[in-house]
């Protein structure tokens, strides 16, 4: 169904520079086929900027990002590459500043078939918010845990539910 949406207008595309747009990259398997569908149509470069950092860490309080296994998430997939395998140097990838968020990010674009990624900030992200980070929860992508705003994991909330929808009248 997703597919469907995606016709390209080939004058539109070929010969030129595009900037896509999205507000993350959870697996990003769909998003390949659409950078490639973009390529295959003329484009000349195809760069990404997502609104939001990497997702390193798979959210435990919703089902976006909630995937059989974490390596399903595009940023763990390319940690477990560069031969990142246990928690603790997770937080090396979700620093920005740090060689081995820089290396993640080039595997991510590589992966993708990009000619250019780059994630946002977590920090801008949280200035473009407005509230103290303490009030966001930030878990899946810098693993910080519990915010003020995260729901209890006590055991009656372990699994998310939805919120159950008004009756029609």
Request: charged fraction near 35%; glycine fraction near 6%; proline fraction near 8%.
């Amino acid at each position: 169904m997703a597919r469907m949406k995606l016709i390209p207008i080939r004058e539109l595309i070929e010969g030129r520079r595009l900037l896509f747009c999205e507000d993350s990259i959870v697996r990003g398997t769909q998003l390949k086929e659409t950078i490639r569908l973009l390529f295959d149509n003329g484009a000349r470069e195809v760069h990404m900027r997502p609104a939001c950092p990497p997702l390193v860490h798979g959210c435990k309080f919703l089902n976006f990002s909630r995937s059989k296994s974490e390596l399903d998430l595009a940023a763990r997939r390319a940690i477990k590459e560069l031969g990142g395998k246990s928690k603790n140097p997770l937080e090396r990838f979700a620093d920005p500043d740090s060689p081995s968020h820089k290396a993640m990010v080039k595997r991510i674009e590589k992966r993708l078939g990009l000619t250019s990624l780059k994630y946002q900030r977590l920090d801008d992200l949280v200035s473009a918010i407005g509230l103290p980070k303490e009030k966001l929860c930030t878990y899946c992508w810098d693993g910080a845990e519990p915010c003020e705003s995260c729901p209890s994991r006590s055991p009656s909330r372990a699994k998310p539910t939805r919120p159950r929808r008004a009756a029609k009248k």
